[in-house]
């Protein structure tokens, strides 16, 4: 498969010169063995080339662990997806017309329990999504309490379900119930379920409290930042990326930063590790044939990406050419993680940006480098 490897290394160097991305590692799993390649550099001050051993923040990714913590808590009895939020967590899901009895664990691991979406809050916009508010607060310390707080401030958009809604909010709910039902942290969850099992040596779920990466890894830059002159109150899933600031704007080392992320995204890895554990939950090695259906048991998508369907923490992403990947994808400020594998898990790439701006052509050149058919790139 040297030509394919070849592509997409072109892939790479062109998404460095044509789309500015700071940036962007590959990691390839065949037939023929492992490939690793990289364009652009881990630190823009001193020039350091990206390393296999670099970790990086992996974003939404980390909702394919928490379902996989799930889903083993479930096979082992500990919990039921039937299972009401009202159960595990009595009053918490309450006021504002959001009832915690007639949402299930399913619901809330599916995207599909109606609850609003928490990232269109206008303090929480001003605080981390423009320069002088991320600036201010890039240390704070959010606590669960706080999350689930911010969840129960508004009403849900329909009833649980009916629809599909991409939400932290359910997985932070998701991650409180394995607290509950364990009576032990997440993060331990996390690593006894999932990480220690499948030996990812580069893998840990963050902490809410702890900010930056442990060991090697690259800076994390962003550009993604709302404008100052921008009312954050109207902002929505189809206006959101117009009122960002414009591409001559200078980008920000967003490395050393804490994170709202906790059960829905704050699992830190390297794309080696990805690659082991995305070929899990797409062979079903890790899960028992049970909860390995629910996991891919999908419903369409709405207001996220194009052509995509949704399980529990993973999706199925259709090409321009009919042919269908599964993935485990994450945006984090100032990072860009995706791992996508044709269903057979035969074949895998493992794509990490170190910077959070052009990741979608990005990612399509490297998708058609390496499956034959863009993503994004259709009529």
Not at 181 to 196: C, D, F, H, P, S
């Amino acid at each position: 498969m040297t030509g394919s490897r070849d592509r997409v290394q072109d892939a790479l160097d062109r998404s460095v010169a044509e789309l500015g991305v700071v940036g962007i590692v590959a990691h390839v799993q065949d037939e023929s063995g492992t490939w690793f390649g990289a364009a652009g550099v881990a630190d823009r001050e001193t020039g350091r080339r990206r390393e296999p051993v670099d970790r990086f923040l992996i974003g939404s990714g980390g909702k394919a662990y928490t379902s996989a913590a799930v889903l083993q808590l479930a096979a082992e009895g500990r919990l039921s997806l039937d299972d009401t939020v009202e159960k595990w967590l009595p009053g918490v899901v309450s006021g504002n017309g959001n009832d915690g009895s007639k949402i299930t664990v399913r619901h809330l691991i599916g995207h599909t329990s109606g609850l609003w979406v928490t990232g269109f809050d206008a303090d929480m916009v001003r605080a981390l999504h423009t320069r002088a508010g991320f600036a201010e607060h890039r240390h704070y310390v959010w606590t669960v309490e706080k999350l689930l707080e911010l969840q129960m401030s508004q009403p849900p958009i329909f009833a649980p379900g009916e629809s599909f809604a991409y939400t932290n909010g359910g997985y932070h709910l998701a991650g409180a119930i394995i607290e509950k039902a364990t009576g032990n942290a997440y993060e331990e969850e996390v690593e006894r379920t999932v990480i220690r099992p499948l030996g990812l040596t580069g893998t840990y779920a963050r902490p809410l409290a702890e900010p930056g990466i442990r060991g090697p890894h690259a800076r994390a830059y962003s550009r993604m930042f709302i404008r100052d002159d921008v009312d954050p109150s109207i902002l929505n899933t189809a206006n959101y990326e117009s009122y960002l600031q414009g591409p001559e704007t200078d980008p920000v080392d967003v490395t050393d930063a804490t994170s709202f992320g906790w059960a829905a995204g704050n699992v830190v890895s390297t794309t080696g590790d990805m690659l082991r554990f995305t070929s899990a939950m797409i062979s079903g090695t890790l899960l028992p044939p049970a909860q390995h259906r629910e996991m891919w048991t999908t419903v369409p998508t709405r207001d996220w990406i194009p052509n995509t369907r949704y399980g529990t923490g993973v999706s199925e992403w259709t090409l321009a050419d009919g042919g269908t990947l599964h993935a485990v994808v994450g945006m984090q400020t100032g990072s860009a993680s995706f791992t996508l594998g044709a269903p057979g898990g035969t074949r895998l790439v493992s794509v990490n940006l170190n910077c959070d701006w052009n990741w979608a052509p990005a990612l399509d050149l490297v998708i058609e480098a390496a499956f034959g058919s863009p993503f994004f790139a259709q009529p």
